[in-house]
């Protein structure tokens, strides 16, 4: 007789440990460990994933139901991937079932119908655009010129089958069957890539650490230094061993140079994993990825559990990225994972960046992490020289424009060369806001505590968090005042602007909203990479995007916005994103230049950046992380409350908050419970209490002990939403 332990897919902490099932005899020769099972559960049936196999009977004397049957013919978790999802579940303090069920890109009760080929349908254009084309053969013409191709999936979203099926017989466009993660072929392999001495010595060093003590290594490189040339070494000789690599990016969108340059170097060798996929897709590429079909395989961070079969291999790029924290549960960190998977798999973990996390360069001082620098450009191209421009300056001698005259003159300079430019707008919210100009009162959300977002093109206020809509008012609700309008400047205001100011300058736009439209945020990145636009406005995403070699300015409109959110990585933030800005202008052998534009030219994060002195900012930064006790000097925890009513909030806030106390004795600090900046969101009211210890596992204890505790009494308290965030990422 033959025993499972199962974890079932349950969400409730009450659920998360191992339940006995018995193996009934037909079902011995498929059960494995790592499969995914249906199973009977109180009244109903439910998925479970076996996590031992035993024939001896637990002790106790009660009922062991049988398993009613496995959904999956093989074992979707392989031994590491479930020793990981015990790992994240301790450290995160979230049930094992959530674990696995992030683990997977698909249901797991998808496990059972696995699609029967393991290839997807895939289009491309067959010639050059015909003359006539009907509308809607139209809107397949572009989606497909836009995105190199689709999936039949993706298409059948716009037109219907018959339309696809008449152009394909008209020879407009071809049908291909693919493997899912759509790879491509090797396009120039067989040419020489030689390292330059500092890249050498890196590859060395990262070679010794993998053969000796395996530590995690930090690659620090300046933009355009050449870290992407070392990863790929790295992989081919992870490959060579008969080995498979993880690369890791903070977004496929972002990072699609580099997945292009992979792609291009490894071919079929390497799958991509994008949000774009299909679930199908998705179940077929995580076999295959089982089946060690892929060499490499490229993704954001759920990519960190590909379940290959033999990992040799993690890079993390951009590791300070904060794409890489998750912010629903489980709420890991993707280093931390990583680190404990390389660990599991006896693999090397590299990280890489321009501007490492705080942390990450601690532990390397610390020694705990090997590391590496590269400390010039491959083209030797000088970094671009930053000018800060006070705009307090501007005001006090009449210039009440957006620009700074120097930006002024700069963006004359560039336009009359026929070089392009950046203009970045670094705020969480990229809109306009609308405030009085009397009494200075801001339009805020009526359910979340968040200023609404003014679209001009609807002329609408929007909530960005609960998507409320609201017609703006033409006199101010406070004060009654009719000087009541939209300030601050999104990338629209910004583009306008710049219109006025140069007529026949062309302009382009990008942030989140235009890239959440199908195809557009490539269509405006190619169109800035073919010299279509002098100009380009946008958020966060121009500085961390794609490399425009033809850019030689790139400015910031107004640094100190990141800088005033009341957040514990603030500084940081605004460090790396500025840095990362300034070094998008002048590659190659065309000499850049920066402007940041800002009313506090002398705080540190902007003064350092506008001298890329990474290891200045690191020792300002760390001086402020030791006095105020934050991260890495402290293990940090937030609890977050999220409740509709006030006063039962904080109620609740208030019982933890004492429940904490009382068992934290001298070890830990306990913070709150205070409002959160952000008080009120969905009309969820929010509270924090934040919890420092000296140690990792001083922490979980107490958390553990004390949600224990507060679960079993208070009843009370049962509309409240309680969300533990290890590690947080930021504290809003
Ligand atoms: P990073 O990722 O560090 O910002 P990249 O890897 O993008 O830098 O490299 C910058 C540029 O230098 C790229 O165009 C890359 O192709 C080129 N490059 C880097 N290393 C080499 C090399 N060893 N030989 C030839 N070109 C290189
Ligand atoms: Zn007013
Ligand atoms: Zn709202």
Redesign the pocket.
């Known amino acids: 007789m033959l025993f499972a332990s199962v974890i079932v897919n349950k969400r409730a902490q009450a659920v998360d440990r191992l339940f006995t099932y018995a193996v009934p005899a037909e079902l011995e020769g498929t059960a494995a460990c790592g499969s995914i099972v249906k199973i009977p559960f109180g009244r109903q049936h439910s998925e479970g994933v076996i996590v031992e196999l035993s024939t001896i009977r637990p002790p106790g004397d009660y009922d062991i139901k049988d398993i009613s049957a496995i959904v999956s013919k093989r074992p979707i978790f392989n031994g590491e991937l479930l020793a990981l999802s015990r790992f994240i579940a301790d450290y995160y303090l979230t049930p094992q079932a959530v674990v696995l069920n992030a683990m997977l890109p698909f249901s797991m009760a998808f496990g059972g119908r696995l699609p029967q080929a393991l290839t997807v349908k895939r289009y491309y254009l067959e010639q050059a655009k015909p003359l006539r084309l009907s509308p809607k053969q139209e809107l397949v013409w572009q989606f497909l010129q836009q995105n190199e191709g689709a999936s039949e999936q993706e298409l059948l979203k716009l037109v219907s089958s018959a339309v696809l099926k008449r152009m394909r017989d008209n020879r407009m466009i071809m049908r291909r069957e693919e493997r899912a993660a759509a790879a491509c072929e090797i396009v120039n392999s067989g040419q020489e890539?030689?390292?330059?001495g500092e890249?050498q010595a890196a590859l060395a060093a990262i070679n010794a650490e993998k053969r000796g003590a395996r530590r995690p290594f930090l690659l620090i490189?300046v933009?355009?230094?050449?870290?992407?040339?070392i990863y790929l070494r790295l992989i081919e000789e992870t490959i060579a061993e008969g080995r498979q690599a993880v690369l890791l990016v903070p977004e496929i969108f972002l990072s699609s140079q580099m997945v292009d340059f992979i792609r291009r170097r490894l071919g079929y060798k390497a799958a991509v994993l994008h949000s774009g996929m299909t679930a199908s897709e998705r179940r077929i590429t995580w076999e295959q990825v089982a089946a060690g079909e892929y060499s490499v395989v490229v993704g954001a961070r759920s990519a960190v559990f590909a379940p290959v079969p033999n990992l040799g291999l993690i890079v993390i790029d951009e590791e300070q990225d904060g794409g890489y924290k998750q912010d629903n549960a489980p709420r890991f960190h993707t280093r931390t994972v990583a680190q404990k998977r390389a660990e599991l798999a006896g693999a090397q973990l590299v990280l890489g960046s321009?501007t490492p996390s705080i942390e990450s360069y601690y532990q390397a001082e610390q020694g705990a992490y090997a590391q590496a620098d590269?400390t010039k450009r491959?083209?030797l191209a000088p970094l671009p020289l930053v000018q800060i421009c006070d705009m307090r300056t501007e005001l006090q001698e009449g210039n009440r424009s957006l620009f700074s005259r120097l930006l002024q003159t700069k963006l004359a300079d560039r336009l009359k060369k026929g070089e392009q430019s950046l203009l970045l707008i670094n705020r969480r919210g990229y809109y306009s806001f609308f405030s009085c100009r009397n009494c200075g009162s801001v339009i805020y959300c009526p359910h979340c505590s968040v200023p609404m977002a003014y679209h001009d093109s609807e002329r609408l206020l929007k909530c960005h968090y609960c998507g409320s809509k609201l017609q703006p008012p033409e006199v101010c609700p406070t004060c009654g005042s009719k000087a009541i309008r939209h300030f601050g400047a999104g990338t629209q205001r910004v583009a306008d602007e710049v219109k006025k100011l140069f007529p026949t300058a062309r302009v382009g736009r990008l942030d989140y909203d235009i890239n959440s439209q199908a195809g557009e945020g490539q269509r405006v990145y190619r169109a800035m990479l073919s010299g279509q636009y002098d100009i380009l406005v946008g958020t966060q995403m121009i500085a961390k995007g794609h490399d425009f070699p033809a850019v030689t300015l790139a400015a910031v409109m107004a640094a100190d916005i990141t800088l005033n959110i009341p957040d514990i990585r603030s500084a940081e933030r605004t460090f790396q994103l500025l840095t990362q800005l300034s070094g998008r202008a002048g590659r190659r052998l065309l000499q850049g230049e920066a402007v940041i534009q800002t009313y506090l030219p002398e705080a540190y994060p902007i003064r350092l950046a506008a001298d890329h002195d990474f290891k200045g900012f690191y020792s300002e930064e760390i001086k402020q992380r030791a006095e105020h006790n934050y991260p890495p000097f402290c293990a940090l925890a937030r609890i977050v409350f999220l409740g509709l009513d006030r006063h039962i909030t904080q109620k609740a806030a208030e019982a933890y908050g004492a429940a904490l106390r009382e068992k934290a004795g001298e070890y830990a600090q306990i913070c709150g419970p205070a409002p959160a900046p952000w008080e009120k969101i969905k009309d969820r009211y929010r509270y924090n209490i934040l919890i420092k210890c000296r140690l990792q596992q001083e922490l979980n204890q107490l958390l553990r002990d004390v949600c224990r505790q507060m679960e079993a009494k208070n009843r009370l308290f049962n509309d409240i939403i309680v969300k533990i965030d290890i590690d947080p990422y930021s504290v809003m």
């Open positions: 890539v030689k390292l330059n890249q490189g933009t355009g230094s050449g870290k992407t040339e321009a590269l491959y083209y």
